[in-house]
């Protein structure tokens, strides 16, 4: 009948609303479920998280106990050759130093707050620190001097006194090493103590491409002038490198020569050589040379007329050439380091060398025989 029909109707529609809403619980049941295992996983990720933290953490802060992060930031007070910490840091500092060494300090000149690097170097001993102490007037006195490479090098250098290595030239008493920082002292004299000590001072990423004959003839010069520790000026170590060094102070001036070694390049001795020499325009022409041919006396090798013959010339026409304007004095330096230079295009340059000293009436005649018999005084020319 049709209220049958209408009964079933209605009991279908009741069972598809219960169906629907079944189907509804049970999505709302697998999205909570679903929520809850997303929940649990991201908590899982988070804990897993912090706990790479916890122990990154941990290991940063047992890492920095073992080596305090202090010892690796560097406080330098200089850029280049200048100063740029404050006043008030600069007397603080300059105080400490004084208290702390007992030195006079001038506060006015703040070169000697490179003195404080070495004051601070946990490296040095006490003793060392006060022969290094000593460079003051050296820093001090050069305007032209890279402060900041200076101060690096001073606040970490370490001295090691060690034996020579083997094979190692036994006239090599001691040498810097750059890269580490180092002084390696192989037979202890003052004066190779001091040598290596500026090599400390002005070597760096700019002076190191300087040749090596300039870089040891300036380095030997500053030793004697500041430290006067040869009994003998002609008679000392680079003997060849320093009277050239001199030379070249006579042509082109010491402040031209003293400014080219700290900055780390010859263009300004190339310049003036280039004004100086006859003919004209040959500075580099001289420097190419000049390093060819030192090159060849420190490493033993051949030396063929070619590599003096033409440096002798260009010295010879310059001295020929300042007789009639130069003074007595200068001119007899002139031409004793032009002698002495002339020796090194002989077969025999150090043999020469010590037979034209003989020829200067040298006061202290005891100070060459000793020279003469030391073989670590002879350098690279040992004939």
Same mark, same amino acid.
């Given at each position: 009948?049709?209220?049958?029909?209408?009964?079933?109707?209605?009991?279908?529609?009741?069972? #598809?609303?219960?169906?629907?809403?079944?189907?509804?619980?049970?999505?709302? =049941?697998?999205?909570?479920?679903?929520?809850?295992?997303?929940?649990?996983?991201?908590?899982? /990720?988070?804990?897993?998280?912090?706990?790479?933290?916890?122990?990154?953490?941990?290991?940063?802060?047992?890492?920095?106990?073992?080596?305090?992060?202090?010892?690796?930031?560097?406080?330098?007070?200089?850029?280049?050759?200048?100063? /740029?910490?404050?006043?008030?840091?600069?007397?603080?500092?300059?105080?400490?130093?004084?208290?702390?060494?007992?030195?006079?300090?001038?506060?006015?000149?703040?070169?000697?707050?490179?003195?404080?690097?070495?004051?601070? @170097?946990? @490296?040095?001993?006490?003793?060392?620190?006060?022969?290094?102490?000593?460079?003051?007037?050296?820093? +001090?006195?050069?305007?032209?001097?890279?402060?900041?490479?200076?101060?690096?090098?001073?606040?970490?250098?370490?001295?090691? &006194?060690?034996? =020579?290595?083997?094979?190692?030239?036994?006239?090599?008493?001691?040498?810097?090493?750059?890269?580490?920082? $180092?002084?390696?002292?192989?037979?202890?004299?003052?004066?190779?103590?001091? *040598?290596?000590?500026? *090599?400390?001072?002005?070597?760096?990423?700019?002076? $190191?491409?300087?040749?090596?004959?300039?870089?040891?003839?300036?380095?030997?010069?500053?030793?004697?002038?500041?430290? %006067?520790?040869? $009994?003998?000026?002609?008679?000392?170590?680079?003997?060849?490198?320093?009277?050239?060094?001199?030379?070249? #102070?006579?042509?082109?001036?010491?402040?031209?020569?003293?400014?080219?070694?700290?900055?780390?390049?010859?263009?300004?001795?190339?310049?003036?050589?280039?004004?100086?020499?006859?003919?004209?325009?040959?500075?580099?022409?001289?420097?190419?040379?000049?390093?060819?041919?030192?090159?060849?006396?420190?490493?033993?090798?051949?030396?063929?007329?070619?590599?003096?013959?033409?440096?002798?010339?260009?010295?010879?026409?310059?001295?020929?050439?300042?007789?009639?304007?130069?003074?007595?004095?200068?001119?007899?330096?002139?031409? $004793? !380091?032009?002698?002495?230079?002339? +020796?090194?295009?002989?077969?025999?340059?150090? =043999?020469?060398?010590?037979?034209?000293?003989?020829?200067?009436?040298?006061?202290? &005649?005891?100070?060459?025989?000793?020279?003469?018999?030391? %073989?670590?005084?002879?350098?690279? !020319?040992?004939?």
């Amino acid at each position: 009948s049709l209220e049958d029909l209408l009964k079933e109707i209605a009991k279908d529609e009741q069972e #598809c609303k219960e169906y629907e809403e079944y189907v509804k619980r049970r999505r709302q =049941r697998r999205n909570r479920k679903k929520d809850k295992e997303e929940r649990r996983k991201n908590i899982q /990720i988070a804990l897993l998280t912090l706990g790479t933290v916890a122990l990154s953490l941990s290991a940063l802060i047992s890492l920095c106990n073992r080596y305090p992060l202090s010892q690796y930031q560097s406080k330098n007070y200089f850029k280049q050759e200048k100063l /740029i910490a404050k006043e008030e840091v600069v007397d603080s500092l300059m105080q400490q130093l004084e208290e702390g060494t007992g030195l006079d300090i001038d506060y006015e000149d703040s070169s000697n707050l490179l003195l404080y690097a070495i004051y601070q @170097n946990e @490296n040095l001993t006490e003793s060392e620190k006060e022969l290094l102490y000593q460079f003051s007037d050296l820093i +001090c006195s050069n305007p032209y001097l890279n402060k900041e490479e200076a101060y690096e090098s001073l606040e970490n250098v370490a001295f090691c &006194y060690v034996d =020579r290595p083997e094979g190692k030239d036994t006239s090599v008493l001691g040498e810097y090493n750059y890269k580490e920082n $180092k002084i390696y002292i192989y037979s202890y004299q003052k004066d190779v103590v001091t *040598h290596e000590g500026i *090599h400390c001072i002005y070597f760096n990423n700019s002076t $190191k491409y300087l040749p090596n004959w300039f870089c040891e003839g300036m380095t030997q010069l500053l030793n004697n002038d500041f430290f %006067d520790l040869a $009994k003998v000026e002609e008679i000392d170590y680079y003997v060849f490198e320093v009277a050239m060094t001199k030379m070249l #102070c006579e042509i082109v001036g010491e402040d031209i020569v003293l400014k080219s070694f700290s900055k780390g390049s010859m263009y300004d001795i190339k310049t003036e050589l280039d004004k100086k020499l006859s003919p004209k325009n040959r500075g580099n022409d001289f420097l190419e040379k000049t390093t060819t041919l030192f090159f060849k006396c420190e490493y033993g090798l051949p030396i063929c007329p070619d590599d003096s013959e033409k440096i002798l010339e260009y010295l010879g026409d310059y001295v020929e050439n300042s007789k009639d304007n130069t003074d007595q004095d200068k001119l007899k330096r002139i031409q $004793k !380091y032009y002698n002495m230079l002339s +020796c090194l295009a002989t077969e025999k340059p150090f =043999r020469n060398y010590c037979s034209y000293l003989l020829s200067l009436d040298l006061e202290d &005649y005891e100070s060459y025989v000793y020279f003469k018999k030391t %073989d670590a005084k002879t350098y690279s !020319y040992q004939n």
